[in-house]
């Protein structure tokens, strides 16, 4: 096995243009995806929000009926990601430590699916798509969402982040 170069680490392999919502679903399952793992700040739910946008909860529901999900958050909120998970009916992780590899192997493991075929989606370059690829995930960032269910015009980290990536080689195109 090769060692990624940080470019490679850093580069989702979709830059997908909106939120997960409007991610079409059927490029995923076309690319053979046979799982989502998803984060949930700002990628599910917006900043310090703890309602799921309707439009989200609707891409979700319809992605249900398709593929196994797995919430899988740095977040410590039992109350917070477990409410969103027990609303969807699906298994989740808190505390991931993301970039950190473990977390996410047990939930692998727990798929029961190769890397490959997983999805990890997120909008954070540094631990969602850092933490996907170090694994072999199919990786996909998206952009992070407000209260609506909109992509977020504002969002500094992700810039900031996006900008940090670049200056390492990655295109995030």
């Known amino acids: 096995m090769t060692r990624a170069s940080l470019t490679e680490l850093l580069q989702p392999n979709w830059v997908a243009e909106g939120t997960l919502a ?16 998803l984060d949930v ?7 310090r929000g703890s309602d799921l946008p309707p439009v989200m909860e609707r891409w979700l529901r319809q992605a249900q009926e398709r593929l196994p999900l797995h919430l899988f958050s740095n977040n410590p909120s039992r ?3 477990g409410g969103v998970a027990t609303r969807l009916g699906v298994p989740f992780t808190i ?7 473990g977390p996410l192997r047990r939930v692998l493991d727990g798929l029961d699916l190769p890397a490959a075929q997983v999805a990890l989606v997120g909008d954070r370059v540094f631990t969602d798509v850092l933490a996907g690829n170090r694994l072999g995930l199919f990786t996909v960032l998206v952009k992070p969402v407000n209260a609506a269910g909109e992509p977020c015009r504002h969002d500094r980290w992700q810039r900031l982040e996006v900008s940090l990536a670049r200056l390492t080689g990655a295109p995030l195109i």
């Open 41 to 47: 700040d700002r990628t599910l739910l917006p900043h």
């Open 22 to 37: 409007e991610l079409p679903l059927e490029q995923l399952l076309e690319r053979g995806i046979r799982a989502l793992v």
């Open 95 to 101: 505390s991931a430590g993301k970039p950190r590899r």
């Open 79 to 81: 109350s917070r990601i």
